[in-house]
């Protein structure tokens, strides 16, 4: 299997977990690349069976360029502003034209514990925007920081690590799913 795990991070919390799924999956035999949103280059997506999408959850839903700003303005990196998921998934039907070029999808954002019962979030906003382009969305999960920067919830690492290793053998391990 081929996967493609793409993100979106401001603060570096999604980018880590991106690599931890991305080593569950190597883990289980997938062969795996991992990516920023903004530097994806043309053709990675080619061959690609397993597409793993990550982005933090920017009030309730995906990031904009406003939310960024503010996230910008709470010392994340600059570099970042542009660079977000949502935009992305606007264009993502010149990326992978046809329907037999997709592959199936995975979504996973981060979230700040103590909101865990607020109704939105970025991956249910993902896998909304992938369905309306016609996408299948196989899985779909919620990890957990202590605060807007972070750190990550103990143990969350190796859930990312172990829900990635689930997604190549095809049984997504137990997901906490909300909005
Ligand atoms: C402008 C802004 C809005 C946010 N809104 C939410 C929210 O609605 N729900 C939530 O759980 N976390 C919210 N957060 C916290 C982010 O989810 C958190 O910063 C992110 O998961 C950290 O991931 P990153 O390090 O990859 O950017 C918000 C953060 C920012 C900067």
């Given at each position: 299997?081929?996967a493609v795990?793409?993100?979106?991070?401001?603060?570096?919390?999604?980018?880590?977990?991106?690599a931890?799924?991305?080593?569950?999956?190597?883990t289980?035999?997938?062969?795996?690349?991992?990516?920023?949103?903004?530097?994806?280059a043309?053709?990675?997506?080619?061959?690609?069976d397993?597409?793993v999408?990550?982005a933090?959850?920017?009030a309730?839903?995906?990031?904009?360029?406003?939310?960024?700003?503010?996230a910008?303005?709470?010392g994340?990196?600059?570099?970042?502003l542009h660079?977000?998921m949502?935009?992305w998934?606007d264009?993502?039907?010149?990326?992978?034209?046809?329907?037999?070029?997709r592959?199936?999808v995975?979504?996973?954002d981060?979230?700040?514990?103590?909101a865990?019962?607020?109704?939105?979030s970025a991956?249910g906003a993902m896998?909304?925007?992938?369905?309306?382009?016609?996408?299948?969305?196989?899985?779909?999960?919620?990890?957990?920081?202590?605060?807007?920067?972070?750190?990550?919830?103990a143990?969350?690492?190796?859930?990312a690590?172990?829900?990635?290793?689930a997604?190549?053998t095809?049984?997504?391990a137990?997901?906490h799913?909300?909005?």
């Open positions: 299997m081929r795990i793409v993100f979106e991070s401001m603060f570096g919390n999604t980018q880590e977990l991106a931890a799924v991305g080593e569950g999956l190597r289980a035999g997938a062969e795996v690349a991992v990516s920023d949103v903004g530097l994806l043309p053709g990675t997506l080619a061959g690609c397993l597409l999408l990550a933090p959850t920017h309730l839903t995906m990031s904009r360029p406003q939310s960024r700003a503010e910008v303005s709470r994340a990196d600059p570099r970042q660079s977000g949502r935009e998934l264009g993502v039907d010149q990326s992978l034209p046809t329907t037999e070029d592959p199936a995975a979504v996973f981060t979230r700040i514990s103590k865990r019962h607020w109704p939105g991956a896998a909304r925007a992938l369905r309306r382009h016609g996408f299948v969305v196989a899985a779909r999960a919620s990890f957990y920081v202590n605060d807007v920067k972070g750190p990550l919830v143990g969350e690492r190796d859930r690590e172990g829900w990635g290793s997604l190549a095809g049984a997504p137990a997901q799913v909300a909005g």
